[in-house]
């Protein structure tokens, strides 16, 4: 017994030895021996704890939030228990008045050949219903796009709509408040495609006022009145607008009453104010109508022999401006009436044709005077006596016709140009004629088809053109007329 003592005191006193100095040889081994001996993850030193893990609610803390979730629950199902989504607040007593805001997301864009626009907004409608009040500790109730239902909303429809998207992802873009004096804010989201009625008589430098007009579909203005609350409509500039070639101008508002089968409705209306930039057209447009127009006029410039040149380059010029005529029609609405853009090409148009015409007369009138002509028959009269008065008569009347001198000469201002008869224009002895020898015909009067004209009595008081020099007076008055047409043009355009 005595040994079985002895043999247990002496194993305890070599175990408990062995455990005290455990730790202190694992600190005098250090840290490189320490690492060498574990393999797999390094040891981490204590992690700071999470707020949440630091602070645990109580069971005070959990009966009070549940407490609230109840109170909330309790709420809304004491004012919707005997509420009637179907008839609006106030029915029999007085109209109910909604109060609307605008947001404007995006807007744009327009399009001209269909004549709509697309809007997106966020629209927010405010009115008090009485029978959604409620006491207690909330000052407001949230709820999401699936409570609309259980609830009554006003029947605002947009009436120059032409299609709407409504926005369900990931959740219906709706939204409802009710505070606890009664007053419902309802918002949704919604892209608006409406009609636009574009005048574009100034085209392209027109402006244009886009409306949305919104009312009640069903309720009268006995019943339902729309008001804005210190009108401000809220821009988002900072977003993505897709105007293009437009600038937003501003915007208005106006409310009128219309009749309808329904009754006297109340209709807001807003106006986005977008005026064009025309610095597209004036480069899509403008200069190439300007610069076809000038480039026909280098045909006065060159020589009066070369047809086929001078054709080529009129008939070129005419048909360039048909093609830049229907280009911009392209993408344009059958508007019935004529445009400032059309009007300016049209009239670059008409420059280019009488370019052209200008050398088809000048052509026609030379070949007249230059084709040759047939030999003038002698005709002999019959010998027979003459009393002497009617002999000094003959002699007297060829003494007149002898004063008139028309012969074949090479003109010295253009030696260049085909040979022509100068006919030098005489003073008639008789009063009130005028002889035009070389046949002139009836243009004479006004117009001189030789190449050097010295002129006489008879150019007074007529208006005196030398068609050699067609081309000379087309250099000046051409160039002369266009400059003063865009002057008047742009002037009356930019002013209207």
């Known amino acids: 017994m005595l040994t079985k003592v002895l043999l247990i005191l002496l194993w305890i006193s070599i175990i408990f030895p062995s455990r005290v100095e455990g730790p202190h040889a694992e600190l005098e081994k250090g840290p490189s021996a320490h690492h060498d001996d574990v393999y797999g993850p390094k040891p981490q030193g204590p992690q700071k704890k999470l707020p949440s893990e630091e602070i645990k609610p109580t069971a005070i803390d959990t009966h009070q939030r549940f407490g609230k979730l109840l109170a909330a629950t309790q709420i809304l199902d004491s004012m919707l228990n005997n509420y009637d989504h179907k008839l609006r607040p106030g029915i029999g007593e007085k109209p109910t008045v909604v109060t609307v805001a605008l947001y404007v997301n995006t807007l744009g864009p327009i ?7 697309s809007i997106d907004i966020t629209f927010c409608q405010t009115w008090y219903d009485e029978r959604l009040r409620y006491n207690g500790s909330f000052e407001s109730f949230v709820l999401n796009g699936n409570m609309v239902s259980q609830l009554w909303i006003p029947d605002t429809f947009f009436r120059n709509s032409k299609r709407i998207q409504d926005y369900a992802i990931t959740m219906p873009n709706q939204m409802v408040r009710i505070h606890k004096d009664g007053k419902v804010l309802y918002t949704v989201r919604m892209t608006i495609d409406a009609g636009c009625s574009l005048h574009m008589l100034k085209f392209p430098m027109d402006s244009h006022s886009c409306p949305l007009s919104f009312s009640s579909f069903s309720y009268p203005e006995n019943e339902m009145i729309y008001k804005w609350e210190d009108f401000k409509l809220e821009i988002n500039e900072s977003n993505s607008w897709k105007l293009f070639q437009f600038d937003f101008t501003g915007v208005s508002n106006e409310t009128e009453t219309i009749s309808t089968a329904a009754g006297e409705v109340m209709v807001i ?3 986005f104010n977008v005026s064009r930039r025309f610095g597209f057209n004036v480069f899509q447009n403008y ?12 045909s006065f410039w060159i020589k009066k022999d070369s047809a086929p040149a001078r054709t080529s380059l009129g008939i070129t010029s005419v048909l360039t401006m048909t093609t830049l005529g229907s280009n911009s029609r392209k993408n344009f609405p059958r508007v019935s009436y004529i445009t400032a853009l059309d009007f300016y090409i049209t009239v670059c148009f008409i420059f280019c044709f009488c370019t052209l015409m200008e050398f088809a007369v ?10 040759p002509r047939a030999s003038p028959r002698l005709r002999y009269p019959r010998a027979r006596a003459l009393t002497p008065l009617r002999a000094r008569g003959r002699a007297r009347v060829q003494q007149q016709q002898d004063t008139v001198v028309c012969e074949i000469e090479e003109s010295e201002e253009e030696s260049d140009e085909e040979e022509g008869p100068s006919c030098p224009a005489q003073q008639s002895l008789r009063p009130g004629r005028t002889h035009c020898p070389g046949g002139c015909y009836k243009f004479c009067k006004y117009l001189c088809t030789a190449r050097s004209c010295e002129g006489g009595m008879w150019q007074q008081g007529r208006l005196f053109i030398h068609i050699y020099r067609l081309d000379d007076y087309s250099r000046v008055i051409f160039p002369v007329t266009f400059f003063f047409f865009n002057v008047v043009y742009w002037l009356v355009c930019l002013n209207l």
Request: proline fraction near 3%; glycine fraction near 0%; avoid cysteine.
């Open 362 to 371: 000048l052509n026609f009138l030379i070949y007249q005077r230059t084709k």
């Open 287 to 298: 200069v190439p109508s300007s610069v076809t127009t000038i480039i026909s006029w280098i």
């Open 111 to 117: 399009s001209i050949l269909d004549m709509e626009y």
């Open 269 to 271: 209306t807003l106006f």
